[in-house]
């Protein structure tokens, strides 16, 4: 079973920036599309990135287009997500998804934790 282990969350203040990670274990990374999703109190889960497998295609949510930037390292199995210019409105727990030989806009097969964003104004 795959299992997916997030870090990098805190609380910061509105124009810093942040980096996520993301390990993957028990599966062979290159063959994983991946993405960060995020989930604020009272609303829906949104895909914010993702990257194809094959690490040839990403996609990005309006939201954070031009802010975020997602990329991973198939040696270390690890996705990241730099985040960079952070508001407040950015504040939720952010999770990490993979699945196997999907698209950029994945759904999601296996899923981190979570870790908590939290930007202050």
């Known amino acids: 079973q795959v299992q997916l282990v997030e870090s990098g969350g805190g609380l910061v203040q509105a124009g810093d920036s942040l980096r996520l990670s993301c390990l993957l274990s028990r599966g062979t990374f290159s063959r994983y599309s991946m993405g960060w999703f995020r989930q604020a109190p009272g609303k829906e889960r949104e895909l914010l990135a993702g990257?194809?497998?094959?690490?040839?295609?990403?996609y990005y949510a309006d939201s954070v287009k031009g802010r975020f930037t997602i990329s991973k390292d198939n040696v270390k199995n690890t996705l990241f997500l730099q985040m960079n210019n952070l508001k407040p409105e950015d504040t939720a727990v952010y999770s990490c998804?993979?699945?196997?030989?999907?698209?950029?806009?994945?759904?999601?097969?296996?899923w981190g934790q979570g870790t908590q964003v939290t930007v202050s104004s």
């Open positions: 990257i194809h497998w094959t690490g040839t295609s990403t």
């Open positions: 998804a993979a699945e196997l030989f999907g698209t950029e806009r994945l759904s999601g097969t296996y």
